[in-house]
C-alpha cells in the first residue's frame, strides 16, 4: 500500500469506512478516556513550530503489515503470522490475550478487547458486516487490509483461473477517500502501487527499525514558491 | 550483638534447638499473636480471591492498561515477586554451594519465602491474559491441528521458566523438609500429627543410606537450582531485553535483573528474620553475624544494581537514539519521574547507610532499608514497564497509565497471601532447617 | 389478515414479481396458483422475507424492486455484493453514493465513481449514515401528545386540517424545512400554494449559509452558487473556508485539489494559501497559512480587494499580504478564492469581484443558478415564522426533517402557540418531542426522494430495504396535505422527472440523472462596493462553528460520529471550548478547566481546549452537542452552546471552577517538534533532502525492494 501525505486532508472519511467495513466496536467516552478506542485506522496530526502559528500534518497510520513485523516474533501462541501473500494476519481464535504484539510494535497500530466492546454495543447485529469477524472479549486485532474482500477477489479469479489483478482488490479506505490517499494493490502483478513506491518521494514510517513494511509514504511537498512550481 | 557474633551463640546445641524448633511446630495450641497476625493476610488472600473471580468475569479491563501501555500491574507484580523469590533460591542453593554456614538457620525461611513468592508471581502471568482460560495453550502439547506454541517469544521461554523453577522449587523445598518432617513425626504429641509428618516425610528414617542419598540429592538439587534461578531471572529479563520497545531492548537487561533478584531476595529474607527472630526466640540460632551478612548482601546487591543504572544511562546516551532519550528523559523529569527517583533513592542510595556497621545491626534501620528497597524494587519494574511503554517511538502514540483500584487490590492481596503463607509455614514447618543446624552446632548439652 | 400477509398476499398476485421470483424459484409459481398449498407457500415467504430483513412489509409498492446496477463501475469487481445507488444529503446537497448489500441488507457505504459530487469518495458523515439506518432509537410509530397512535388517526387529523386550511386559504398554513435541493419537494410544496395561496414555506439551516447567499445577491442580483473546477487552479486562496470539509461539492473539489499536489504526478503543482481564525482542513493542506481574526479579515478582506481589483497597496498590512497580492496576479486566469459561511456577505461579495478581476470565471470556477430551492435568507425566514407564531398566526406548523426547538432559541417558547404541529423525523428531537405530532419518518434509506448536487447534478435516492420501522416520507407527507390520496413517493419522484422508462431505469442504476448538470450562468457582476462591518472589539471574539462530525447535532445519536476524533483536536465525545493559546495564557487554563463564555446575557460553561493555530483573541464554541431528546448515544453528551447563537452582546470568558475530563484519543498535550521525522515533508527543489537522515536509509530501501521481490512468485 502506499499513501500519498500530499492528498491526505484529514477529513476521516477512511476511519469511518474502516469502522463499518470491519465491525469494529464503539467503546464510548469512558473508554476513549482510558485510552482504549479501537479504531484500526487513526490520522495522527503532527505540529511543527509554536503553538501560535504551528505547520499542522497529517498521516494516516495502520498496520504496516511489517515483513519482519516485531508483532510476529513474540506472540508465544502464534496468534500472528506473516501470509505468503505478503499481509501480517491475525488469527483471533488463537489469540489468549498477552499483548505482547502491542508492546512491541513500534507503529502501535494493534487495538486489544479490554472488555467485550462488541458484544456490549449498543447496535443491532444485522448491522455488522457478515463477512468479518466480530471480536471476543481478550483478543487482539488490528488492520488485515480488508482480507475478506481479498479473499472475494482470490475466489473470483480462482473460479476464472487467472491471478488476482493488479487493482482487483480496494480495501475499504481506499474505496472512500475522496481524494485517492491510499493505492493499494496486488504488487505481484504490477499496477499502480508498484509505480507510487518507485516514486521518490516515498519513504518508511521508523525505518531505523527495519521493519520492513509494506506500507509506504510519500512525503508532504509544500508548494511555497521558491523554486519549481506554479 | 557484634557482626562477629558465631554463626550460632555459645552455649547452642542441637537438642536444645531441636526441642525449641519442632515445639514451635507442634505446639498443641497455636500462639495467640498467631491467631492476630493471620486475620490481616487472611482477608488479604479473600481479596485476592474477589479480584481474581471479578477479573476473570469482567475482563481484564477492569485494570488499568491501555493503550499503549499494554502491560501495566500485572507483569510489574510478577517481575516483583519472582525477584523476591530467587531471593530465597539464592540464599538456599547457591550459598549452599559455597557452604556458608550462616545459610543454615535462614535457609527454610528462605525457601518457604520462595515458594510463596513463586506462588504469587505465577498466578500473574495467566491473570494478566485476555484469555486466561486458554493459557494452556503455551505448553506444548499435542493436539489435533498439530499447533505449537511459538517458540521464539519471550513469553514462551517465560513460561518454562517459571514453570520449571515452580517445579523445582517445590521439589527442591519439599526435600529440603524430609528429614525436619521425619524428626516431628517421631516427636509428635498427638497420633493425628505423627500420622500427618508421618505421611509427608515419605518414609524417612535417618538412616545412613538414606543420608548419604539424601545428601547426593540434595547437592545435585543444589548445583540444578542456583545456575537455573540466574537463567529464570534472566529470561524473566529476557521477557524485556526480547521486545523492540524503547528502553527494553538492551543486553543488560538479564544480568540486571538478576541482580534485582539479588536485591529483593535479601531485602525480604532480613525483613521476614527479624520480626520471626523475635517472636519465635530464634536469637540462639539467628544471630548478628546473620544479620550482617545480610546487610553486606544486600549493599553488594544495591552496588550492583546501582551500577546497572549507571550503564543505563551510559547505553541511551552513548547509543545517541533519540526515541531512547526521549524516554530515558522522561524517566527522569517526566510524568513518572517521582517513580525514578523513589528507585534509586531507595535501591541505591538508602542502602548506602549498610557500609556502617551499627547500621546492620540496627535492627529498625535494617527493616526501613529492606522496606524501602522492597518499594524501591517495585518502582523500578514500574519505571521499566510504564514508562518505556507510554513513550514510544511514534509520538502520535503516547499515553497515560494509571493502576486502577483492582490492580491494587490485587497487589495487595498477593501481598496478604504471602504473609498468610508464610505465617502456615511457621505454625506447621519447622521454621529452621534442623537437620542442617546440626551441621554446625555441639552435638550434646554442655 | 394482519398487514404483513396482505402485503405478501397482493405480492403473490403481482404477475410481474411472481415471473422473477419463478426464476429463482421454479416451482413458485404452480405452488401459488394451488389453493391447498397456497398458504403454506405464503408462510415460508414471509418467514424467508423475514430473514431477509424485509419483514416489515409496507403496501406501497408491489413490484417495487430496487434496478441493479446495470453499469458497475469501472476498475472494480464485487463479488457476492449487490451495489445500489442513492445518495447522501447533506445541508441539502447530494453526495452519490452506493450502498453495497450483503445477505439481503445494506451493510456498506461506497461512494459513486460516476457522480460528480465525488467521482468515488465518500465524506465520514456519509459512511456513518448507514449505523443511523440501524440506529435502535429511530422513531417506531405514530405520537401525539405522548400517546401512540394509529394511522387512520394520522389521516383523520390530516383531513381536518385539510379543511380547516382551505377555509383560510392557507392563511396560519406554515411548512418549515431545512434546506432543500429536492425537485420533488418543491414542486410538491408548488402545489400545495397552488391549494392554499396564503401559505408560506419556512427555511431553517442552523449552520447557515446566508451570508453566502447574500454575498451573491449583492454581487450578482441573484442567489448564484459556485462550482469550482479546482483541477484548472493553479492557486487557491480560501479566506475561512469549508471548501475541503462541508461546502456542497467539498468531496469533488478535494479531490480535484489533491490531485494537483503530489508534484511527482502532476506536471504543475498547485499552491494554496489559507487565512482564517482557526484551524480548518483548507488551512491544513494550505501551503501557506495567516492566522487573522474577524477584526483582522474585516480589514484585510477589503484591502485584499481592493489591491487585487484596483491595484491600491494599502498601509499597515501583514507581512504576508504584499507577496500574496502579487502571487494572485502572477496566475491570472489561473486562480479561485473561496470564502466560508461564517463570512459576512460583504466578503463573499468582495470574492466574487476579486474571482471575476483575477478572470477566474470559466476557467477555475463557473457561477450556477442557485441550486437549493426557492432560495431564501434563513434567518429572516425563521424570524418571521417565531414572530407569527408568537403573534398567534399560525394554526398548523409542518415540520419536517428540521429540529428548530434545539437549534433556534425562542422557537420552543413560540411553539405552544400554535394549534397543530407536526414533526417529521426519524429519530427522536427537542422538537419532536414538544410539537403535536411526533410522525416517524423514513430513513433516507427507506424512500425514494431525490437531490441535487452542488452542480446541479438530479441524483435520485432509491430505498435500500424495506422500511425496518414504520414510517413515512415527506413526499407522502405533503401530498396528504394536499387531498386525500396516499401517494407512493415512488410515483411522485418519477412525476417530477418525466423521465421513460429507460431513462429512468439508468438514473436508479448510475446513480444520477444524466444531462441534469445546471449550465453555467452568464450573469455580470454588479459594480458595488460592499463594506464590510467590523465586528465588536473585545478581549474576546466567540465564533460559533458546526461540529465537524455532527455538524448542527442532527447526528448526535450516530456512535461512530461521536468516537471519531475531530481532525484537528482529536476530541471525541465532547465539545469543550476552543481556545487560542494566548486566551489561555493570559487565563492560565490548561485543558479541561471549566470556563463560562458569556455572549450577551446568555451564559454557558464548560471545559476548555487550547487550539494551537487560532487567532489570538478568538474561542470556537462547537454547535451539535449537549442535546437533551436524541436516543441513547447522544443524549447528555457535551455541552449546548445554541443559546450563545441568540446573544448580541458583547462576549466575555471567565475561568470558572473545576475540571471536567475530556476524552481526546491523543493522550498528552501536543508537541511541536520533530514531526518531519516521522511525517516526511519539504519543499519542491529540496525534495531531495526530504529523505531521512540515517546512515543505512538506501540500503534499507534496497532491501524492503529484494524482499518484496523474494516474495513475488517467479522471482
Same mark, same amino acid.
Given at each position: 500500500m502506499s499513501i500519498d501525505l500530499n492528498a491526505c486532508i484529514g477529513c476521516n472519511a477512511c476511519v469511518v469506512a474502516c469502522m463499518a467495513e470491519n465491525n469494529i466496536p464503539v467503546v464510548g467516552k469512558q473508554q476513549v478516556m482510558h485510552e482504549r478506542e479501537m479504531h484500526w485506522l487513526r490520522i495522527d496530526r503532527y505540529y511543527e513550530g509554536s503553538p501560535e502559528a504551528p505547520d499542522m500534518l497529517f498521516q494516516p497510520m495502520l498496520c ?5 513485523? !516485531?508483532c510476529e516474533i513474540v506472540c508465544p501462541v502464534g496468534a500472528t503470522v506473516h501470509d505468503e501473500e505478503g499481509l501480517n494476519v491475525m488469527v483471533y481464535n488463537r489469540c489468549v490475550g498477552t499483548r505482547f504484539c502491542s508492546n512491541n510494535? !513500534?507503529?502501535?497500530?494493534r487495538r486489544f478487547n479490554y472488555f467485550a466492546f462488541a458484544a456490549e454495543e449498543r447496535r443491532p447485529a444485522v448491522a455488522r458486516n457478515p463477512e468479518v469477524t466480530v471480536r471476543a472479549r481478550g483478543v487482539m486485532e488490528k488492520c488485515t487490509f480488508c482480507l475478506q474482500r481479498i479473499a472475494a477477489a482470490r475466489i473470483d479469479a480462482d473460479a476464472a483461473n487467472r491471478p488476482v489483478g493488479a487493482e482487483e482488490v480496494q480495501t475499504a479506505c481506499q474505496a472512500a477517500c475522496p481524494t485517492q490517499v491510499f493505492t493499494f494493490g496486488n504488487m505481484a502483478e504490477g499496477g499502480q502501487v508498484v509505480e507510487r513506491k518507485k516514486s521518490p518521494l516515498t519513504y518508511v514510517v521508523l525505518d531505523d527499525q527495519d521493519t520492513q513494511p509494506r506500507v509506504t509514504y510519500e512525503a508532504r511537498i509544500r508548494n511555497d514558491g521558491s523554486g519549481a512550481g506554479a | 550483638m557484634t557482626p562477629f557474633d558465631p554463626v550460632a551463640l555459645a552455649g547452642s546445641n542441637n537438642p536444645d534447638m531441636t526441642d525449641h524448633v519442632s515445639g514451635i511446630a507442634l505446639r498443641s495450641k497455636a500462639f495467640r499473636w498467631g491467631w492476630i497476625a493471620i486475620v490481616l493476610p487472611a482477608a488479604l488472600t479473600s481479596v485476592l480471591i474477589g479480584s481474581i473471580l471479578y477479573l476473570f468475569y469482567a475482563g481484564v479491563g477492569i485494570w488499568g492498561i491501555d493503550w499503549p501501555v499494554a502491560w501495566g500491574f500485572a507483569i510489574i507484580n510478577y517481575v516483583w515477586w519472582i525477584a523476591i523469590a530467587s531471593g530465597g533460591t539464592f540464599i538456599s542453593a547457591l550459598f549452599f554451594l559455597t557452604r556458608s554456614e550462616w545459610r543454615n538457620s535462614i535457609n527454610r525461611i528462605a525457601e518457604s519465602m520462595t515458594l510463596f513468592g513463586a506462588a504469587c508471581a505465577g498466578i500473574y502471568p495467566i491473570l494478566h491474559l485476555g484469555r486466561p482460560w486458554l493459557f494452556y495453550w503455551l505448553f506444548p502439547y499435542p493436539n489435533t491441528m498439530g499447533l505449537w506454541p511459538q517458540f521464539r517469544s519471550p513469553l514462551l521461554w517465560d513460561f518454562f521458566a517459571i514453570l520449571t523453577y515452580v517445579i523445582s522449587s517445590v521439589v527442591f523445598w519439599y526435600l529440603g523438609l524430609l528429614p525436619d518432617l521425619a524428626t516431628l513425626r517421631d516427636r509428635a504429641p498427638t497420633r493425628g500429627k505423627q500420622v500427618l509428618y508421618g505421611v509427608m516425610a515419605l518414609g524417612f528414617r535417618g538412616t545412613s543410606t538414606q543420608w548419604r542419598h539424601y545428601h547426593a540429592l540434595y547437592g545435585v538439587l543444589a548445583a540444578v537450582m542456583a545456575p537455573l534461578v540466574c537463567s529464570v531471572h534472566s529470561i524473566v529479563g529476557l521477557d524485556f531485553a526480547g521486545a523492540a520497545t524503547v528502553g527494553w531492548h538492551s543486553t543488560m537487561y538479564p544480568p540486571f535483573f538478576i541482580f534485582g533478584a539479588f536485591l529483593s531476595g535479601f531485602a525480604t529474607v532480613l525483613l521476614l528474620i527479624m520480626p520471626m527472630r523475635r517472636l519465635l526466640r530464634l536469637e540462639r540460632y539467628i544471630t548478628g553475624r546473620h544479620l550482617d551478612v545480610l546487610g553486606r548482601l544486600l549493599l553488594t546487591s544495591s552496588l550492583f544494581v546501582g551500577y546497572g543504572y549507571i550503564m543505563d544511562a551510559f547505553n541511551t546516551y552513548y547509543g545517541g537514539e533519540k526515541a531512547e532519550i526521549t524516554m530515558y528523559q522522561e524517566r527522569l523529569f517526566g510524568y513518572y519521574a517521582g517513580i525514578y527517583w523513589a528507585t534509586i533513592l531507595f535501591n541505591v542510595l538508602l542502602p548506602q547507610l549498610l557500609w556502617f556497621a551499627a547500621v546492620r545491626l540496627n535492627q529498625l534501620v535494617v527493616a526501613l532499608i529492606a522496606i524501602g528497597v522492597i518499594i524501591g524494587m517495585w518502582c523500578e519494574r514500574y519505571t521499566i514497564v510504564v514508562v518505556s511503554l507510554h513513550r514510544p517511538r511514534l509520538p502520535s502514540a503516547y499515553g497515560l497509565y494509571h493502576g486502577s483500584i483492582w490492580d491494587w487490590l490485587t497487589l495487595m492481596g498477593t501481598v496478604g497471601f504471602f504473609v498468610f503463607g508464610i505465617l502456615l509455614i511457621v505454625r506447621l514447618i519447622p521454621v529452621i532447617s534442623m537437620f542442617e543446624m546440626r551441621e554446625i552446632l555441639a552435638p550434646r548439652r554442655p | 389478515m394482519s398487514r404483513q400477509w396482505r402485503g405478501l398476499d397482493r405480492l403473490s398476485r403481482d404477475p410481474a414479481f411472481v415471473a422473477r421470483a419463478s426464476a429463482e424459484f421454479p416451482q413458485l409459481a404452480a405452488a401459488l396458483a394451488a389453493p391447498r398449498d397456497r398458504r403454506g407457500v405464503l408462510k415460508l415467504m414471509a418467514a424467508g422475507l423475514a430473514l431477509a430483513g ?7 409498492? !408491489?413490484?417495487?424492486v430496487l434496478i441493479p446496477p446495470v453499469l458497475p463501475p469501472t476498475d472494480t469487481v464485487f463479488s457476492g455484493n449487490q451495489m445500489f445507488a442513492t445518495a447522501s444529503v447533506v445541508g441539502g446537497y447530494a453526495n452519490g453514493i452506493l450502498v453495497r448489500h450483503a445477505n439481503g441488507r445494506p451493510i456498506k457505504v461506497e461512494g459513486n465513481p460516476l457522480h460528480p459530487a465525488s467521482l468515488g469518495g465518500t465524506s465520514a458523515i456519509g459512511q456513518a449514515e448507514i449505523l443511523g439506518f440501524y440506529d435502535p432509537d429511530r422513531s417506531r410509530g405514530l405520537i401525539r401528545k405522548g400517546e401512540p397512535q394509529a394511522w387512520s388517526s394520522l389521516l383523520t387529523a390530516v383531513a381536518a386540517q385539510r379543511e380547516a386550511i382551505r377555509q383560510s386559504h392557507g392563511q396560519g398554513f406554515r411548512v418549515l424545512t431545512g434546506s432543500t435541493t429536492s425537485p420533488t419537494l418543491a414542486r410538491q410544496i408548488a402545489a400545495l400554494k397552488q391549494v392554499y395561496p396564503d401559505m408560506q414555506w419556512h427555511r431553517w439551516e442552523p449552520v447557515s449559509r446566508d451570508a453566502v447567499r447574500a454575498g451573491a445577491l449583492l454581487a450578482y442580483g441573484q442567489p448564484v452558487e459556485l462550482v469550482a473546477k479546482l483541477g484548472a487552479v493553479d492557486l487557491l486562496l480560501t479566506i475561512d473556508s469549508d471548501l475541503f470539509d462541508s461546502a456542497p461539492g467539498h468531496l469533488r473539489f478535494a479531490r480535484d485539489f489533491a490531485a494537483r499536489r503530489n508534484p511527482t504526478r502532476t506536471d504543475r503543482m498547485n499552491r494554496a494559501y489559507a487565512i482564517e481564525p482557526t484551524p480548518t482542513l483548507t488551512g491544513v493542506a494550505a501551503d501557506h497559512r495567516f492566522i487573522a481574526g474577524p477584526r483582522d479579515l474585516a480589514r484585510i478582506v477589503p484591502a485584499l480587494a481592493a489591491a487585487v481589483t484596483g491595484g491600491e497597496q494599502p498601509a499597515d498590512m501583514p507581512a504576508w499580504f504584499a507577496p500574496l497580492v502579487a502571487d494572485l496576479k502572477a496566475t491570472r486566469g489561473r486562480s479561485f478564492i473561496h470564502a466560508g459561511p461564517a463570512q459576512p456577505a460583504a466578503v463573499h461579495a468582495l470574492v466574487h469581484a476579486m474571482n471575476e478581476a483575477l478572470g477566474g470565471r470559466g476557467q477555475t470556477y463557473d457561477l450556477i443558478a442557485s441550486v437549493e430551492a426557492d432560495p431564501v435568507d434563513h434567518a429572516a425566514s425563521l424570524r418571521g415564522l417565531i414572530d407569527d407564531m408568537n403573534g398567534g398566526r399560525v394554526t398548523t406548523l409542518l415540520i419536517i426533517d428540521s429540529n428548530p426547538v434545539f437549534t433556534a432559541p425562542g422557537f420552543g417558547e413560540a411553539l405552544g402557540r400554535v394549534a397543530v404541529s407536526m414533526t417529521l423525523t426519524d429519530g427522536p428531537t427537542e422538537t419532536g418531542a414538544k410539537t403535536t405530532w411526533n410522525l416517524p419518518a423514513r430513513h433516507g434509506f427507506e424512500d425514494w426522494s431525490d437531490a441535487r448536487a452542488y452542480d446541479g447534478t438530479v441524483t435520485l435516492l432509491q430505498p435500500q430495504a424495506r422500511p425496518l420501522y414504520d414510517g413515512i416520507s415527506p413526499h407522502y407527507l405533503l401530498a396528504l396535505f394536499a387531498g386525500p390520496e396516499e401517494v407512493n413517493s415512488r410515483d411522485v419522484v418519477r412525476q417530477t422527472h418525466g423521465l421513460n422508462e429507460q431513462q429512468w431505469h439508468d438514473a436508479l442504476a448510475t446513480g444520477l440523472v444524466a444531462g441534469t448538470r445546471t449550465a453555467p450562468s452568464d450573469v455580470a457582476l454588479k459594480p458595488v462596493q460592499p463594506a464590510v462591518p467590523m465586528p465588536a472589539a473585545g478581549d474576546v471574539t466567540l465564533l460559533i462553528r458546526p461540529d465537524p462530525h455532527l455538524l448542527d447535532g442532527r447526528y448526535a445519536n450516530n456512535a461512530w460520529l461521536q468516537e471519531l476524533p475531530r481532525p484537528l483536536t482529536k476530541l471525541t465525545w465532547d465539545n469543550p471550548l476552543l481556545v487560542s493559546p494566548a486566551i489561555a495564557e493570559r487565563l492560565k487554563l490548561t485543558n479541561g478547566d471549566q470556563v463560562t463564555v458569556a455572549n450577551g446575557g446568555v451564559g454557558v460553561t464548560l471545559p476548555a481546549w487550547i487550539m494551537p493555530g487560532q487567532a489570538p483573541d478568538c474561542v470556537v464554541a462547537l454547535l451539535g452537542f449537549g442535546r437533551s431528546d436524541v436516543g441513547m448515544v447522544g443524549q447528555g453528551v457535551g455541552f449546548d452552546v445554541? !443559546?450563545?447563537?441568540?446573544g448580541r452582546g458583547p462576549v466575555s470568558l471567565h475561568k470558572a471552577d473545576g475540571r471536567a475530563v475530556l476524552a481526546s484519543t491523543e493522550h498528552h498535550d501536543p508537541l511541536f517538534e520533530d514531526a518531519g521525522d516521522y511525517v516526511h515533508h519539504g519543499t519542491p527543489p529540496h525534495s531531495r533532502q526530504i529523505r531521512p537522515s540515517s546512515a543505512n536509509q538506501r540500503s534499507n530501501r534496497r532491501n524492503t525492494t529484494a524482499s518484496l521481490a523474494g516474495r513475488l512468485p517467479g522471482a
Open positions: 504496516q503489515h511489517c515483513e519482519r513485523a !516485531p510494535c !513500534p507503529y502501535k497500530v | - | 424485509l419483514g416489515g412489509c409496507d403496501d406501497g409498492a !408491489p413490484g417495487g445554541y !443559546p450563545l447563537t441568540a
